[in-house]
């Protein structure tokens, strides 16, 4: 558990957020959080300079660590216990911080007092809070007559269909609430509605899209669709199904010529994934004729175009024109301040393409080397992180003087999980050895069969070690394909989770920060009725 006197690492610790909460391994050091989703996918770091102090309570899963930040809402991460609190303590001393002790009310009562901390709605019951509601979580602000109403967006990547999801709070603001009426001829429910409303996307939500891509060819989901890109979400609207999408759900875009054919992918990488009854799709497949050109204009303002470069750098631009695939991509990549990965180094024996042919299971597809992951496309797209990566296994076609005369090969990739899933890649053509094998070694993967493997795919002679009899496929477990984004092309160096990275065209700090500037808090005595109390602080 611990790492040296400096560094503590955590598993079980779960990350609250808008979707519900997920489970992973946080690591805690002098230099700040670094929150890794198990089985890879999302990560989250918060960084030394971004702390301004933290929280600590007890609830109904465990102990509660909340990191409160210089701007912007806090991260809650549950799942402690006692004994971790004096280890946290010195780390956080090692900070020049504090961990704060702080009961949370069980009483039970809606009524109480509210405040809006750092882009935070802090609801507090006899003077311990009972809940918090990070703002940007917020879809719709309604205003009554001594009524706020907070609606949160019914967003395709939130749960699962079985789950109960919060859709909307009422707060009962009385004219008497003296902490809401800072000008008397104001109403105390218009100061509040105004002070959440400076903190969310409510205002532009309702406003048309920021740009619209008509009759899009989206092969995972699939079908035709239109895509509106609004500020905080998308929208692919289809014949038959529509579909609603946060940017803080989108970790990564890819950029992924097709082989053999004029077109081109943008991936669309999800944790949580969108969801159509039953099925979950982690990665929407949008296909672009590679010749096909378009120019398009934004319709922004110029200060939220101003705040969208601050978050991605810089990279957002009002006109944009070039390739669709690329105007596109370019275009979603300002918007959501997600990464941007192209292929890198590797090309195939024939220098024609970026991916190798072979077939997943029942259906063929292309297996993308990329420099910090194996991308699998198509069905089901499935991402392989290097840094997930346990060993990689060559695998012959027979023995002997089978092996020699064989046109194909295997690769098998075994991954780091606790039940070592393997994913089985068949029939990629024997000219491809060479390339993939230089490929794996110069990522400093490990090679099971590093001696074989060196003698290419005709073998030494007789092989007996890699003599699988037949090349059944013995129905390997079916990827929930998120990654835990990292990844590769000239242009984007830092597929590392939680690994800082130089700015270059295509790579962007992810982070799990917000720009919302500081404000004083603000309260007032209010009920509040019609909703769930267990919002993420796990209740008591």
């Known amino acids: 558990m611990a790492e040296g006197t400096g560094s503590q690492q955590y598993g079980n610790i779960i990350l609250a957020h808008r979707s519900g909460t997920s489970s992973g391994n946080l690591r805690v050091s002098s230099n700040g959080f670094t929150w890794k989703k198990a089985g890879a996918g999302k990560s989250v770091e918060i960084q030394r300079g971004d702390i301004d102090g933290f929280v600590w309570s007890k609830t109904s899963r465990g102990c509660q660590l909340t990191v409160k930040r210089n701007s912007g809402p806090v991260t809650q991460f549950l799942g402690f216990i006692d004994k971790d609190l004096s280890n946290l303590r010195e780390i956080a001393s090692a900070m020049n911080k504090d961990i704060e002790e702080q009961a949370l009310s069980i009483s039970g009562r809606n009524w109480g007092n509210a405040t809006v901390e750092e882009g935070t709605l802090v609801f507090r019951v006899g003077q311990k809070p009972a809940f918090r509601i990070p703002l940007k979580d917020v879809g719709q602000v309604q205003l009554g007559r001594e009524e706020v109403t907070l609606e949160f967006p019914v967003d395709d990547t939130a749960g699962g269909d079985n789950e109960d999801a919060l859709t909307d709070m009422v707060f009962y603001v009385p004219k008497e609430a003296t902490g809401f009426t800072e000008n008397g001829e104001e109403q105390a429910a218009k100061v509040m509605y105004d002070q959440v409303l400076e903190h969310t996307d409510a205002g532009v939500a309702v406003e048309d899209a920021v740009v619209t891509f008509d009759s899009l060819a989206v092969l995972i989901p699939r079908g035709r669709f239109d895509v509106e890109l609004y500020p905080s979400f998308m929208k692919l609207l289809g014949q038959a199904q529509d579909f609603r999408v946060q940017y803080d759900s989108i970790l990564r875009l890819f950029v992924l010529p097709k082989s053999n054919t004029p077109h081109t992918l943008v991936v669309i990488s999800l944790d949580p994934p969108i969801r159509k009854g039953q099925t979950h799709y982690y990665h929407i497949l949008v296909q672009f004729p590679s010749d096909e050109e378009r120019q398009v204009e934004l319709e922004i303002s110029d200060e939220a175009l101003a705040a969208k470069n601050e978050k991605c750098g810089g990279k957002l631009q009002r006109s ?39 077939s997943y299971k029942a259906d063929d597809g292309y297996l993308y080397p990329l420099e910090r992951a194996f ?16 060993s990689i296994e060559f695998m012959r076609q027979g023995g002997g003087v089978l092996a020699a005369s064989a046109k194909t090969f295997d690769l098998n990739i075994r991954m780091k999980t606790d039940t070592k899933q393997e994913y089985l890649f068949r029939g990629i053509q024997k000219s491809e050895w060479q390339n993939l094998f230089a490929f794996i070694q110069a990522k400093r993967l490990r090679i099971e069969n590093l001696r074989e493997a060196e003698l290419g795919p005709a073998g030494g002679g007789g092989v007996t070690a890699l003599d699988l009899g037949d090349d059944i496929d013995t129905g390997l477990a079916q990827m929930e394909a998120h990654g835990d984004l990292d990844d590769d092309s000239e242009e984007d160096a830092d597929f590392d989770a939680g690994a800082d990275s130089g700015a270059d065209e295509d790579d962007d700090d992810s982070g799990a920060s917000d720009d919302e500037d500081e404000v004083s808090a603000h309260s007032a005595s209010i009920l509040c009725g019609h909703f769930v109390i267990e919002l993420y602080e796990g209740g008591p």
């Not at 997600?338 to 220098?351: M, N, Q, S, V, Y």
């Not at 699998?376 to 997930?388: A, F, G, M, Q």
């Open 375 to 390: 991308f699998y496309i198509h069905k089901p797209p499935t991402l392989l992180v290097h840094d997930e990566i346990e």
């Open 320 to 358: 944009l024109e070039g390739p669709a695939y690329d105007v596109f991509a370019k275009a979603l990549r300002g918007l959501s301040a997600c990464k941007l990965t192209k292929p890198g180094g590797f090309r195939t024996a024939d220098e024609s393409g970026y991916a190798v042919r072979c």
